[in-house]
């Protein structure tokens, strides 16, 4: 007579437990790399369409309305919605607008998490709660602009995505070497690639793009690694072996890099949301004005918004940016 083996129904029951428990233990971080590869692509996608409406615009600065009263019941402010209406609406598909104080009917959440997860802080609606040291007024004699307090308005995209629009119409043009980045700012887009929809995180589904210049703008989406390197470096130095700010980002990931001078404003607008931990200090550019160790490079700083050319034999902290 033939025997026939086989397994019992413990050892099966066993061996779907085991594919379970490893199931379990795998799926969500490979879910979480798929879901985090479509963001960079979306990311790249929007940051690419903005750039080009941006750029068929022939000014940024002048929209609507902004008049400050003693109180917030008599100040006139139709910047941020006559900015979309009047202006980027032209340029560029949008579904559906929303004005101040309605920004959650463009799908946009109540709450976002900071890059680094240390804290859940409320969506802004106004320039002022976006990052404070924006209205600090500050600007070197005879340099034109400043900033203004407006409300956001919001806008959804054909493709689903939400945003928020902080407008400056006060802004300036890129006309002094050294200068306060703040009313350099025209337009801070804050982003939710997916609507209210989580997990609502800056860094994932949640960032920020920024139009720098009334005149010429440029158009910057610097995504963010989640902290600062360690201590403070050169900018660059010759000697072989030692650490500096042109170094400091490969050291830390094959794909991070220092960001522009431009990208680095962009992160100071934005510093709240990237809880920057040596906020009050000044952070190196990659942009370079002078070559060699006795050189200049652009340096920002974070705890007043003041740019500048510096020695690049000096030292500062670095935020690396992805690729």
Same mark, same amino acid.
């Given at each position: 007579m033939k025997?026939? =083996?086989?397994f019992t129904l413990a050892e099966v029951l066993i061996t779907l437990a085991i594919i379970g428990i490893v199931a379990a233990i795998t799926?969500?971080?490979?879910?979480v790399n798929v879901n985090e590869k479509a963001w960079d692509a979306q990311k790249k996608a929007l940051h690419a369409r903005l750039a080009q409406a941006i750029g068929q615009m022939n000014t940024l600065g002048g929209y609507g309305t902004y008049t400050k009263g003693e109180t917030d019941a008599e100040t006139v402010d139709t910047a941020a919605e006559s900015f979309i209406l009047d202006a980027l609406s032209k340029v560029y598909k949008i579904n559906?607008?929303?004005?101040?104080? %309605?920004?959650?009917s463009c799908g946009l959440p109540s709450k976002i998490t900071t890059l680094d997860s240390a804290s859940e802080? !409320?969506?802004?609606? %106004?320039m002022s709660e976006l990052n404070p040291k924006l209205l600090n007024g500050q600007h &070197?004699?005879?340099? *034109?602009? $400043?900033? *203004?307090d407006t409300k956001a308005a919001a806008f959804e995209t054909v493709n689903g995505e939400s945003i928020a629009v902080f407008y400056n119409p006060l802004c300036s043009s890129d006309t002094t070497a050294n200068h306060y980045v703040q009313n350099k700012m025209c337009v801070d887009f804050l982003y939710d690639l997916n609507g209210a929809e989580g997990p609502n995180q800056v860094g994932k589904d949640v960032g920020f793009? *920024? *139009?720098? &210049?009334? %005149?010429?703008?440029?158009?910057v989406a610097p995504v963010p690694y989640s902290a600062d390197y360690t201590s403070r470096v050169k900018q660059y !130095?010759?000697?072989e072996g030692t650490v500096d700010a042109s170094t400091?980002?490969?050291?830390?990931?094959?794909?991070? =890099?220092?960001? $522009?001078r431009d990208e680095l404003a962009s992160l100071f607008i934005n510093a709240p949301l990237i809880n920057l931990g040596k906020n009050t200090e000044t952070y190196w550019s990659g942009s370079v004005v002078s070559l060699g160790t006795s050189g200049l490079a652009w340096i920002q700083g974070f705890g007043n918004g003041g740019r500048s050319c510096s020695g690049r034999y000096g030292t500062a902290y670095v935020r690396c940016i992805r690729r």
């Open positions: 025997k026939f =083996r086989g799926l969500p971080s490979l879910l559906n607008i929303c004005g101040p104080d %309605k920004l959650s802080i !409320t969506f802004p609606t %106004k &070197y004699e005879g340099e *034109a602009g $400043d900033m *203004a793009i *920024a *139009a720098l &210049y009334n %005149k010429s703008p440029v158009v !130095t010759e000697t400091v980002c490969k050291t830390m990931g094959e794909d991070l =890099r220092l960001p $522009d």
